[in-house]
């Protein structure tokens, strides 16, 4: 359905790929933009596991962009599977999840308590609604990536088995890795 929405010519259909990415951007950058409306310090334990998980997920996404390109560079024809891509067939997901989950931790605004322990459910509920809301984009990012994953949102399963089907290699990456 994608697929052929950026390709289509049509200004409406255009108008709706790019409302929807637009929409997208807006849910995985709820924790960063959440969190610079404060001006709380936050703590130095939250900011460096968010830093830290932050580097990691960049590392990992860079890191299986740079071998997946390096590895078509001599066989085009090819699936990926040297580096990160022995250990998953999404490296890509996991590192961008690990990056916005890092975003998540270090926003200082969101992890503070916003209530107090005597107050009732409803009152804390809605003392941790910017948390709640935060919240938001890694289970975004996890029901987007689980779906392409999958082949539920997209046809990259498709695409990919018509490409690759054929190799035992391929077959046996798909129930190992």
């Known amino acids: 359905m994608l697929d052929s929405m950026i390709s289509c010519p049509l200004p409406v259909e255009q108008l709706v790929f790019g409302l929807y990415h637009s929409y997208g951007g807006l849910l995985c950058s709820l924790?960063?933009?959440l969190?610079?409306?404060s001006s709380a310090p936050g703590t130095p334990l939250t900011?460096?596991?968010g830093m830290a998980l932050y580097a990691i997920g960049m590392t990992f996404e860079t890191l299986a962009d740079v071998q997946k390109?390096?590895?078509k560079q001599t066989n085009p024809k090819q699936f990926c599977n040297v580096g990160v891509w022995a250990l998953s067939q999404h490296p890509n997901y996991f590192g961008n999840l690990a990056l916005w989950s890092g975003f998540l931790i270090n926003a200082p605004?969101?992890?503070e308590a916003s209530s107090s322990d005597t107050a009732g459910f409803l009152a804390q509920l809605w003392g941790a609604r910017r948390l709640l809301l935060a919240f938001v984009s890694p289970m975004f990012l996890w029901t987007l990536f689980n779906a392409q994953a999958n082949g539920s949102m997209a046809n990259t399963l498709e695409l990919a088995?018509?490409?690759y089907g054929d190799d035992p290699n391929y077959q046996k990456y798909l129930s190992t890795v």
């Open 31 to 33: 924790p960063h933009t």
């Open 35 to 37: 969190g610079t409306t």
């Open 47 to 49: 900011t460096q596991l």
């Open 69 to 71: 390109y390096a590895f």
């Open 109 to 111: 605004s969101l992890l």
């Open 161 to 163: 088995n018509q490409k």
